[in-house]
DNA sequence: CCGGATCCCGAGTGATACTG
DNA sequence: CAGTATCACTCGGGATCCGG
């Protein structure tokens, strides 16, 4: 239970890497004002954790998801899973039974963003106890 | 104006690469909530857009802050800045002039978040019509 | 019984005005 | 210029109801 991070080589070796390039340049301003409205939709907390539990195991159903996704509603399950469904992010199935039974499993171009994310989790995870000590300390100073 | 995006090679290989890597795996559960709880306040449209422009341009004043991050107010603005200057991301500076100078500029830290972050902005740009596709025909079909 | 729609309420957000 | 204060309003959470 001690450390426990463990990523693979591969993705720690991603994360420097990206950690090495000069950050985010430039586009045509139309497509960056595009592009910071998708990325104003897809940085979202919830989706970011449902992309993340879908990503490790899929499909799950709707009761699933809302016990993995520690925290969350079913309201903001129920919308999320619309929006990202509306974004061509998961694929929601629905088995005419009863008691109904509801799957959701990612899209390929779901998987391909949950890949991107990847850095963040990488970043996440490695710089855990340098954020909580940056919080104490900001904390601390004198106001 | 054309065309526009223009990564580097190294952004776009890099982005590849994550890709193809395994999605997000499993760490020692109490870990993982801590990550997960830095995760929620990190993934948040504006700490990214934010990020974003500072990743490009750093120092900033708070209102070249406020016109390049378009669409944020002054209250969110300065909210996620405390915010993030307090996770460690970004430092503050004030010069005790008239009329006031703040400035902003990330931190190490905050630059490596920013490159984590670089990956998601590439995925952005490079699936903004498959997205926009995808919406298109969920909103098309019949209710 | 499961998935989710609805309603109500409190917390968070945005626009505007104001101040050191 | 860089914030704070105020207020109207939206959005998220919880409980409840419902259709299959």
Redesign the interface.
């Known amino acids: 239970?001690e450390?426990?991070?463990?990523?693979?080589k591969?993705?720690i070796a991603?994360?420097q890497?990206?950690?090495?390039?000069?950050?985010?340049?430039?586009?045509?301003p139309r497509?960056a004002?595009?592009?910071?409205d998708?990325?104003?939709r897809?940085?979202?907390?919830w989706t970011?954790?449902i992309l993340?539990v879908l990503?490790?195991k899929s499909p799950l159903r709707f009761s699933r998801l809302s016990e993995l996704v520690?925290g969350i509603s079913q309201k903001m399950l129920t919308q999320t899973l619309r929006a990202m469904?509306?974004?061509?992010l998961v694929v929601r199935t629905v088995y005419p039974v009863v008691p109904p039974k509801v799957e959701y499993k990612l899209t390929d171009?779901g998987?391909?963003?949950?890949?991107?994310?990847?850095?963040?989790?990488?970043?996440?995870?490695n710089?855990?106890d340098?954020?909580e000590?940056?919080?104490q300390?900001?904390?601390q100073r004198p106001r």
Do not use: H
């Open positions: 239970m450390r426990a991070p463990e990523f693979t591969e993705q991603a994360a890497y990206y950690a090495s390039l000069t950050p985010p340049i430039d586009l045509d497509i004002s595009l592009v910071r998708l990325i104003g897809v940085a979202d907390k970011m954790l993340d990503a490790e520690e469904e509306r974004d061509g171009l998987i391909t963003l949950g890949a991107a994310f990847c850095g963040v989790w990488v970043w996440a995870a710089n855990l340098t954020v000590k940056a919080r300390e900001f904390d």
